[in-house]
RNA sequence: GCGGGCGUGGUGGAACGGUAGACACAAGCGACUUAAAAUCGCUCGGGCUUGGCCCAUGCGGGUUCGACUCCCGCCGCCCGCACCA
């Protein structure tokens, strides 16, 4: 064997990466070709790629090289999402700049990519911490401002009183700090927030266009953004404190307040504030509530605990005994009004509620035949509420309006119509006690954070004028090299010179604000910025036009809400304002979302008794042994990749191992894309050998000596299918199927004694099919067999239809649902002749035993069922 | 806690409501070789009274001529929960 013959990739993948890259095969043109723009979700630059990227920029490359065969003209860009919190942890950790930090991993990042083959532009590439990009967020923003799209407003945030900082969410480890251990407080803070609720009923209406959106993703925004119809109405109270004399509720099942038995506000709620202000006991349980932390999985987890006030509520009319007020934990100032009814026999919390403080459970409706009684406090009711699908008809044994039976959702439409007009009976007046609303839960957009690495907003605070915004001209506002983070806090917030400005309004002397931008903005319209990076204004929109919108997004499942969700908002927001065409709202067509790659860990027990990761090249797998020690460990099957569990594979190891073919190849193989993905040490062995396999045969192929003979029905039948499957497996996002067929068809070339230019022909249209997932390879195969320019370059194969279909189809014969036997038959035989045939069969006359079939099901070219 | 998803051989997985296990991995056997590697070929869900029969798609029910697929109830794991990205 000469060298020429091995498959060495580290001679054939830069080679070809060379050739692309002189040839400018990735450059994104706008031409007279249809545009198809690809878009992977882009990644933090952490410092290194890991097996995670890798699979989600191939099965990206994959689509991208697939659409420019198919004769499209391709915008595949890259960046990097590169503001965040990471940078200043490690600038606190190790003295240097999180600048410099972040544009080396992006170098590191960026120079691990390359060796991957993807066909990416790169001429379009930005980060997000670049001026260039951040200056025209900062005018994105300035305009949002004026169209109203931000205000400012009061927000709790988590308070490191020890390290007087502002603390993430993740930040916060059972109510304390991470660096001080101290416990966090709440704390209020007036902070930017877009205006995204006011789109909520567009961003809920507008799901259902979405049909090349994942089913999944779409629910759960709908439930996220949550639209609920209630009734929303007012408690007195008349020993309140001034100004509280009610208690506004928003209730979504106002047909069970005939079984109300508390009133609840929540901890947060004004008239808790004003008592908390006079009574020490309701400030001390406050404070209790308070330390939970602010996120609504701790509010919901935690044990309920409510403080009665003492304050009676009650319905204006008398239609409801007055009812006892508490303060409870569980109820979010957010959501609604911040006070609720609670009805103990429909509802669960409320159930735990009234069950630990001892209120009354008054039952409202029950199900439907069960005996009517009316009994207030039955013994099912106190072991468990009743909450009935909202569909299901059942028995009102209260009802508010309306009959006896009917479902909840007909009762809440009676309720809310009796709210809006009550009739008194006792002076036959009409009047009105509330009112019907919609509401949503999706809240507005808090996108302030008191941090320094991020987009600082362009607005100056001037104790003449107020908040006044940047000019235009003044953009970008750039943040300031000459910082520290000896010190916990923001360091814009004591820079000695970046702080103090003269007011863009009046010239007077005023401070800058110093609050950056959530990171969630960054990525709300970095999609937009890749058709135009370079513009002077945040896009150009003639190139918008083209462009837009992503013909296929491709990411984390992880994103399926918040980042989706505010893109979708900022494309909105920008139409409004000018800098998308209409049309762009729903920017992303269609949304992939790809599973994890996870790997087997291997632990052992610690002296005591903690889990203690080994590395995977430590330890002898087939017998579970440290291969050191001999002590036996266990084998995790596939967790997520985690450095803290040893079991990350570097894809640098094993593109220098292997190859990038081989990378890309198994990280698509295997699993269906959308699931969690298992690496393993023998699945990338063996598509290494399978990959020199082909290299192998074509290189054989490429010396058989030519013949005339270029055709073999069998070969051009098993082309014909292969192009036909491979083309439907990527189009359908199943590339493990294409992968699984690509086998099949090396197989078929393998085995198959047709002639050399048959041959040839089935190796060049298996080079074609390689080439969006192995694209190194497919141009070596290509070329050695004088196929004309880049693989990539050739139109896609088509497979002719005649080829497809089999004359004859194998029809399986059942026997009550199982398969028995089968029979050979045309492919259009009729009803009649089948089942003759059928009942002919030695297992069929067997079964029947002399009778007749009951049933006999023919389902033409799939299937025969014979009941007996 | 709430919302969403997933669960099929030793392993990853395939299967318009129609032959469960395609295609691979691992394992075993064989060929080639002085030998090994590489390569090629064969076997490979479990059980049994093995020319055949029975049981099998997390568990328990249901719909259907027929259910991995649809419906109901559990169990386990994963994602999200608004300041992680």
Same mark, same amino acid.
């Given at each position: ?321 007055? %009812?006892?007020? &508490? #303060? ?5 100032? =957010?959501?609604? *009004? $911040? ?5 103990? /026999? ?46 299901? %008809?059942?028995? &009102? #044994? ?5 009959? =006896?039976?009917? *479902? $909840? ?5 009676? /309720? ?453």
């Amino acid at each position: 064997m000469t060298p020429m013959d091995r498959y060495d990739t580290s001679q054939i993948e830069p080679k070809w990466q060379k050739a692309w890259d002189e040839a400018d095969l990735f450059r994104a043109v706008r031409d007279e070709r249809p545009k198809y723009y690809v878009l992977e979700m882009f990644p933090y630059p952490s410092g290194r790629i890991h097996i995670g990227h890798v699979r989600n920029y191939t099965m990206g490359d994959v689509i991208a090289r697939y659409r420019s065969s198919c004769g499209f003209s391709v915008l595949h860009p890259m960046g990097w999402d590169a503001f965040g919190m990471p940078a200043e942890n490690a600038a606190m950790a190790s003295g240097g700049h999180p600048k410099d930090w972040t544009y080396s991993n992006i170098d590191t990042m960026r120079g691990q990519m390359k060796p991957l083959g993807l066909s990416i532009d790169w001429s379009r590439e930005f980060a997000t911490c670049d001026p260039e990009y951040y200056g025209q967020q900062q005018a994105l923003f300035l305009d949002m401002l004026e169209a109203g799209l931000v205000y400012r407003k009061p927000a709790i945030v988590n308070w490191d009183p020890v390290d007087m900082t502002v603390l993430a969410n993740e930040q916060v480890i059972d109510g304390k700090g991470w660096r001080s251990g101290a416990e966090v407080e709440r704390r209020e803070l007036v902070q930017w927030a877009f205006a995204i609720s006011s789109m909520a009923e567009d961003l809920l209406d507008s799901l259902d266009r979405l049909e090349d959106w994942p089913e999944k993703v779409r629910l759960m925004q709908e439930n996220w953004i949550g639209r609920s119809r209630g009734a929303q109405f007012s408690f007195e109270v008349e020993t309140a404190p001034d100004g509280h004399g009610a208690i506004e509720v928003y209730t979504t099942r106002p047909d069970t307040i005939f079984g109300a038995s508390f009133v609840g506000i929540s901890p947060d709620h004004p008239l808790a504030k004003t008592l908390e202000a006079e009574d020490p006991d309701v400030a001390s349980f406050c404070s209790r509530c308070r330390k939970l932390g602010t996120t609504a999985e701790a509010v919901e987890k935690a044990e309920k605990l409510g403080f009665d006030t003492g304050l009676r509520a009650r319905l204006p009319g008398g239609f409801v005994e007055d %009812l006892p007020v &508490y #303060i409870a934990n569980f109820i979010l100032m =957010d959501y609604g *009004t $911040g006070a609720i009814f609670g009805c103990p /026999a429909h509802d669960q919390r409320d159930h735990d509620f009234a069950v630990k403080y001892g209120l009354r459970i008054v039952e409202v409706m029950r199900p439907k035949g069960a005996d009517r009684d009316d009994g207030i406090e039955l013994p099912a009711i106190l072991e468990a509420p009743f909450v009935p699908p909202k569909d299901e %008809l059942v028995e &009102y #044994i209260r009802p508010v309006a309306g009959p =006896d039976q009917m *479902t $909840g959702q007909q009762a809440i439409d009676h /309720a809310v119509s009796w709210f809006e007009t009550v009739h008194r009976k006792s002076d036959n007046v009409d009047r009105q006690l509330g009112v019907g609303v919609t509401k949503y839960r999706l809240r507005d957009w808090g996108l302030s954070r008191q941090r320094y690495w991020g987009c600082p907003i362009p607005v100056v605070h001037c104790d003449t004028c107020g908040v006044v915004p940047e000019k235009k001209e003044n953009l970008p506002i750039r943040l300031p090299d000459d910082v520290t983070f000896d010190v916990p806090g923001n360091p814009l917030d004591r820079h000695p010179t970046w702080r103090d400005v003269a007011c863009p309004n009046c010239g007077a002397p005023a401070k800058r604000e110093t609050d950056t931008m959530d990171t969630f903005v960054d990525s709300s319209w970095y999609f937009a910025r890749f058709t135009a990076p370079r513009a002077e204004t945040p896009t150009d929109l003639d190139d918008a036009a083209y462009w837009m919108n992503v013909d296929q997004y491709i990411g984390g499942i992880e994103h399926a809400i918040l980042h989706l969700l505010y893109s979708r908002f900022f494309a909105r927001a920008m139409v409004r304002t000018g800098h998308l065409p209409q049309g762009t709202e729903e920017p992303f067509d269609a949304l992939f979302t790809q599973g994890m790659v996870t790997h087997p860990a291997y632990v052992t027990k610690g002296d005591k008794g903690q889990p203690v990761y080994h590395l995977p090249e430590d330890v002898d797998v087939s017998a579970r042994k440290v291969a050191a020690t001999g002590e036996a460990v266990d084998v995790i099957p596939a967790i997520k990749m985690s450095k803290s569990k040893k079991n990350v594979v570097d894809p640098m190891d094993i593109i220098a191992r292997y190859g990038a073919d081989t990378a890309r190849w198994f990280v698509i193989s295997d699993s269906p894309p959308e699931r969690d993905f298992e690496w393993t040490p023998e699945g990338a062995e063996a598509v290494a050998k399978h990959l020199s396999r082909v290299h192998r045969l074509a290189t054989d192929i490429a010396r058989a000596d030519r013949d005339a003979n270029e055709h073999d029905a069998a070969l051009e039948k098993a082309t014909a299918r292969a192009v036909h499957e491979v083309t439907e497996g990527i189009e359908g996002f199943g590339f493990n199927k294409a992968v699984a067929k690509l086998y099949e068809f090396t197989n078929a070339i393998s085995k198959s004694d047709a002639g050399a230019e048959a041959r040839r022909a089935a190796m060049r249209t298996l080079a074609q099919l390689m080439a969006p997932m192995t694209p190194h390879l497919a141009e070596e195969v290509w070329q050695m067999l004088d196929g004309e320019g880049f693989v990539m370059r050739a139109p896609w194969p088509k497979a002719d239809p005649a080829l497809l279909v089999d004359d004859t189809v194998t029809l399986p014969i059942q026997i009550n649902g199982k398969k028995k036997a089968e029979i050979e038959v045309a492919k259009d035989a009729d009803k009649a002749t089948v089942e003759a045939l059928v009942l002919d069969q030695p297992a069929v006359v067997k079964a029947l035993d002399g009778g007749q079939p009951k049933k006999l099901i023919v389902v033409p070219g799939r299937i025969v069922n014979v009941v007996v």
